[in-house]
């Protein structure tokens, strides 16, 4: 009888393991990199920037998609390398709304530690790194967090001086305003979340508030340039413990859902890592679910999934091996697939990334690179919309194009400080209709970079390659992977 017992829940548990894994799946890449990666971000034409993390730490890659729009059958190709000098590891990234990329700071810079105030800003259309300077009398900017604000400007935290320092880019003149007033404490190991509101979230790390416990949490006003209190997270989410090696001070990556909740993640080397749940619309937090065991995020990635679920990537205490991935649908936490090697990477090997595709790219500095397909699919109303564009096409000429929702609902990818991927801007694809070959345009000089603008009318710029297909095709708008209702042109 006991046998029978047996085999009977051996065929319900694999039954329930066999619906899982088709539901949700990962991938590997079938042309993996020939060096370690690392860092990402996605560029306006589809294409993905790498970081090499083994050894060589100024060189980047881009991934670029097959002619059938799969990543999974991408090519790399290295890239220019960063100027002479700058070789980071864990910066501030951010895409512009004109498409250039920058790069800030760095905890290593030629693999010893520095917390260097180096930059350098990169254009995709030329292939070209330029120096940045730091803003006026910065020391050090280090593996500091970094974000785009609605308005499109850049703001770049100061990872380790006091008072706190933050300051906002020119893109244009590659110069630097002060801004941030009133930060509770230092911007060292904390993210920013973009809010519907169109402030920014903070969950403070207590860095410099040594021996202390606390809650705090922060909302950054970018018309007034000051921080204000965002009220307790309930539950600590910053490592007070750490093990043997005492304080972290780690916290969590923060990702908003469609349904205007934050899922911001912990870390604790006292135990188990807790969660919390920051409501925007009431301004208010409640504590959510533990991780199971001794699983927390002291430093690791979160993406937001087309189907409004939060994965998240953690492990055992701080800085553990025997990493595993956890998905929140809004009431649950609950352990998912992995790909082959998480078992032997921390939470902070990893890096996250939303794809056009609406697939997720994983990193984790070695040469498994793998791509998340999730279960289920998005909301009709989470869609952007097209409602002006160009019927007829030419390619190598600019457009411009209008609708709603062309930023998405959230900045899809969070990490904290170390490194930022948000990908809440438009991409335009274009899909040949006799042949299925999918082409992207280069798309720059957004109106928005909110999120969640919902109604708003928004628009960007593209250009079409010369490389693309002619003839009759359907172009989308897409945005963290969720892509427009598709509308007919001409490829002339």
């Not at 920037?49 to 190709?77: F, M, R």
């Not at 002479?84 to 498409?99: K, N």
């Not at 100061?158 to 509770?184: Q, R, Y």
């Not at 003839?471 to 598709?486: D, W």
Request: hydrophobic share 35%; glycine share 12%.
């Amino acid at each position: 009888m006991k046998n029978v017992v047996k085999l009977a829940v051996f065929m319900v548990l694999l039954i329930a393991f066999g619906q899982l894994a088709s539901a949700q799946t990962w991938t590997p890449l079938n042309n993996q990199p020939s060096f370690g990666p690392g860092a990402m971000l996605l560029l306006t034409d589809g294409r993905v920037l790498v970081h090499q993390e083994d050894t060589t730490y100024s060189n980047w890659w881009t991934l670029t998609p097959d002619i059938n729009g799969s990543y999974v059958n991408g090519t790399w190709t290295k890239v220019a390398s960063l100027p002479s000098g700058y070789a980071p590891l864990y910066f501030g990234s951010v895409v512009l709304p004109d498409g250039r990329v920058v790069v800030e700071g760095g905890e290593y810079n030629n693999g010893a530690p520095s917390w260097t105030n180096k930059g350098a800003i990169y254009n995709p259309q030329t292939n070209k790194w330029t120096s940045t300077n730091p803003p006026a009398g910065w020391t050090e900017i280090g593996d500091s967090p970094a974000v785009v604000l609605p308005n499109g400007t850049y703001l770049q935290s100061d990872c380790c001086n006091t008072p706190p320092k933050a300051a906002l880019f020119n893109a244009s003149t590659l110069t630097w305003t002060t801004t941030g007033t009133g930060k509770f404490d230092v911007y060292d190991e904390e993210g920013m979340t973009l809010l519907p509101n169109n402030k920014v979230l903070a969950v403070d790390a207590y860095v410099f508030q040594y021996n202390a416990t606390g809650t705090n949490s922060e909302l950054y006003d970018m018309t007034t340039g000051a921080w204000s209190s965002a009220g307790s997270t309930v539950v600590q989410l910053w490592d007070s413990c750490g093990g043997s090696g005492g304080a972290s001070y780690e916290v969590g990556p923060a990702v908003l859902r469609p349904d205007g909740t934050v899922f911001a993640t912990g870390a604790n080397g006292c135990g188990a890592g807790h969660t919390a749940i920051y409501n925007v619309s009431k301004g208010t937090w409640a504590a959510g679910p533990n991780f199971t065991g001794t699983f927390d995020v002291a430093d690791g990635p979160a993406a937001l999934e087309t189907n409004g679920n939060v994965l998240v990537f953690a492990s055992p205490g701080v800085y553990g091996l025997n990493g595993a991935f956890f998905e929140w649908n809004g009431t649950t936490l609950t352990a998912t697939v992995n790909p082959p090697g998480a078992s032997g990477d921390s939470s902070y090997y990893g890096h996250l990334l939303e794809l056009p595709t609406g697939q997720l790219l994983f990193t984790d500095f070695s040469s498994d690179v793998e791509v998340f397909t999730p279960s289920g699919t998005y909301q009709s109303s989470w869609q952007p919309t097209v409602t002006n564009f160009p019927s007829t096409i030419v390619r190598g000429k600019t457009y411009g194009i209008a609708g709603t929702q062309f930023n998405g609902l959230s900045q899809g990818g969070a990490y904290g400080d170390d490194f930022q991927d948000a990908s809440n801007y438009p991409l335009v694809r274009v899909t040949n209709t006799a042949t299925g070959h999918i082409f992207y345009a280069h798309t720059h000089n957004h109106t928005s970079m909110g999120v969640a603008t919902r109604s708003k009318l928004v628009g960007t710029h593209f250009e079409m390659p010369t490389t693309a297909e002619t003839g009759a095709s359907t172009l989308e708008v897409v945005a963290n992977g969720i892509p427009s209702n598709p509308v007919s042109v001409t490829i002339q």
